[in-house]
């Protein structure tokens, strides 16, 4: 069955892995997997991802499958009482044109160092740190121009619509990410530091294990399988009402984690083999990765390269998912044209986008720091500490006591035991908000 405006069961599969695996996993997981000591964080990363990740990925699924409709109306046709105010649910869809701000900014550097990579890459830490930081707070025009190429990208993508732009990108780019992943993971295997990067993220060393160890991958769980966002939500709602959501969505979740591992699994041995730390933080790819290429001649050309275009790849499928939420929503509510509404959408991240990249550079930091943050920290701030984790409470309470209880079980036992749906029921009804409040209170300081 073809229909225009709906994914094929494997399209959803990759675009929805697509959105999952983005710089999440390759750039951010292995800095925090580093930064708290490794396997015991990523035993306690996966058990979130089992048990607190998949069942919201699952809760937006149902919905967005189920209503075959935007953030706003799906929310308003799933409730019991059918009652219009839960059109306010759809504010959530807003934060993904903000994580795309600042997300198009980060990929704008990386892009960067795509190019970079063609010619001399720097050879010690202190160049390599040196270059990065000239890089964000001094290159204006060169961070403008890789944020335009970027999101001149993601718009033109999605103007194609959710099967020519969105589901054909994934069909090529997902494959095209494994390949060179799996290049760069057997490259890891002839590395005599790759058993040592197995023994650090698969031995547990419990003592770095600490509220904030549980926390953080708990956070991590969220941001990397696309959740608070309306993403999933969105993209289910064009997934044919026959196919079976729930081993959809458990594919994505695997992909999702498979690569992360696997990049984990790549960057550790890179970094073992090299002697550096495993601890470096957010610059573990901007500015470790680059010294440790450098030092291994053209080989290390070819591979910084491929990982960095890797990178790219991952994003974009990424990128193209945070702004798709909010198209659909003006396209099916206010009878937008999908040119229109991406124009509006497009702009809006675009401009925030240069707002963020101008609030890190030294010029006009001062200018743009709000209540101690500056714009691209704040941003982040206000979308993955405060607006995804309400969303995804709100998402839970919402079906755990706003919901036909009937109906999700008839939902769910089309394609799985009732058992599985009694799991999943709990979980959403009770154990999931309370984990989430948590977090929430933890982030704004509270707890
Ligand atoms: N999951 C992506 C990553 O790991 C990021 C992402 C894409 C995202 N779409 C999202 C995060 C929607 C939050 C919401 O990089």
Redo the contacts with the bound molecule.
């Keep these: 069955m073809y229909l225009k405006n709906h994914f094929s069961r494997i399209g959803f599969i990759l675009a929805a892995a697509g959105?999952?695996?983005?710089?999440?996993?390759?750039?951010?997981?292995p800095y925090v997997t580093g930064e708290y000591g490794g396997g015991a964080f990523v035993l306690v990363y996966l058990l979130a991802i089992l048990f607190i990740g998949l069942t919201v990925f699952l809760a937006e699924a149902v919905i967005g499958q189920n209503a075959q409709a935007d953030v706003a109306t799906s929310f308003v046709k799933t409730s019991k009482s059918k009652n219009k105010n839960w059109k306010f649910a759809g504010f959530i869809l807003f934060?993904?044109l903000i994580?795309l701000s600042f997300?198009s900014v980060v990929l704008g550097w990386i892009l960067s160092y795509v190019f970079t990579s063609f010619g001399t890459l720097p050879s010690d830490a202190k160049t390599a740190g040196a270059a990065f930081e000239t890089l964000i707070s001094k290159d204006i025009a060169a961070q403008i121009a890789y944020h335009t190429i970027v999101a001149g990208s993601v718009i033109f993508i999605v103007l194609k619509g959710i099967k020519e732009g969105i589901e054909r990108i994934n069909l090529i780019l997902m494959p095209l990410l494994g390949l060179i992943l799996l290049g760069l993971l057997i490259y890891s295997f002839t590395l005599d530091s790759f058993s040592t990067a197995v023994s650090f993220m698969f031995s547990p060393d419990w003592s770095k294990i600490d509220g904030n160890a549980l926390l953080a991958a708990l956070g991590q769980a969220?941001?990397?399988?696309?959740?608070?966002?309306?993403?999933?939500m969105t993209y289910s709602a064009s997934l044919p009402k026959n196919v079976n959501f729930v081993k959809s969505s458990i594919m994505v979740a695997i992909v999702?984690t498979a690569i992360a591992i696997t990049a984990g699994l790549i960057i550790f041995s890179f970094l073992f083999e090299a002697g550096a730390q495993s601890s470096a933080g957010p610059g573990l790819v901007f500015i470790s990765l680059p010294v440790i290429f450098s030092g291994w001649g053209f080989l290390g050309q070819v591979i910084a390269i491929s990982f960095f275009v890797a990178l790219v790849f991952?994003?974009i499928t990424?990128?193209v998912?945070?702004i798709e939420p909010s198209l659909k929503f003006f396209i099916d509510r206010f009878n937008f044209t999908r040119r229109k509404a991406t124009v509006i959408c497009g702009s809006t991240f675009y401009l925030l986008g240069i707002v963020a990249l101008l609030s890190m550079t030294s010029a006009y930091s001062e200018s743009l720091t709000f209540f101690g943050k500056n714009a691209f920290d704040l941003m982040d701030f206000m979308?993955?500490s405060v607006m995804?984790p309400l969303a995804a409470i709100l998402t839970c309470v919402f079906l755990g006591y706003f919901v036909d209880k009937e109906l999700l079980q008839r939902i769910f036992t089309a394609h799985v035991s009732n058992l599985v749906f009694n799991i999943w029921y709990f979980l959403i009804k009770f154990i999931v908000p309370i984990a989430i409040i948590t977090l929430f209170l933890n982030k704004l300081g509270i707890l």
């Design positions: 959105s999952a695996v983005g710089l999440g996993n390759i750039w951010k997981f934060s993904g994580i997300y969220f941001f990397t399988l696309s959740l608070g966002v309306g993403t999933i999702d991952a994003g990424s990128a998912s945070m979308t993955s995804m």
